[in-house]
Nanobody
Framework: QVQLVESGGGSVQAGSSLSLSCTTSAHPFTHYAMAWFRQAPGKEREFVGGLNWDGGKRSYADPVKGRFIASRDNDKNTVYLQMSSLKPEDAAVYYC?????????????????????WGQGTQVTVSS
């Protein structure tokens, strides 16, 4: 069973930056695509950003493009999400997810149902 543990959430002011980390037991780590999702109260879980096995292919949801950067360190089995220019609408529980789906591993993917392993989530609160 793959375990993922997020950290780095917190409460910040609008316009601030925050970085999230996710350490995983996935092995080999390079056999997994990684992604960040978020879920705000009363809303469905949504894709934020994702990477293929080596981080060479990245994709982002439109609301976060230009503000968030997803990256991975394959030596540390860790994936990161650097968030800047945070807005109140970015407030949510942020989840790290892993996929061993072949196409996701090579090209990355955004569909929630293609990610089979999830962390417990970390809360991000943004006040205006």
């Amino acid at each position: 069973q793959v375990q993922l543990v997020e950290s780095g959430g917190g409460s910040v002011q609008a316009g601030s930056s925050l970085s999230l980390s996710c350490t995983t037991s996935a092995h080999p780590f390079t056999h997994y695509a990684m992604a960040w999702f978020r879920q705000a109260p009363g809303k469905e879980r949504e894709f934020v950003g994702g990477l293929n096995w080596d981080g060479g292919k990245r994709s982002y949801a439109d609301p976060v493009k230009g503000r968030f950067i997803a990256s991975r360190d394959n030596d540390k089995n860790t994936v990161y999400l650097q968030m800047s220019s945070l807005k109140p609408e970015d407030a949510a529980v942020y989840y790290c997810a892993a996929s061993s789906d072949y196409s996701c591993v090579w090209d990355g993917c955004q569909a929630t149902n293609l990610y089979h392993f999830w962390g417990q989530g970390t809360q991000v609160t943004v006040s205006s």
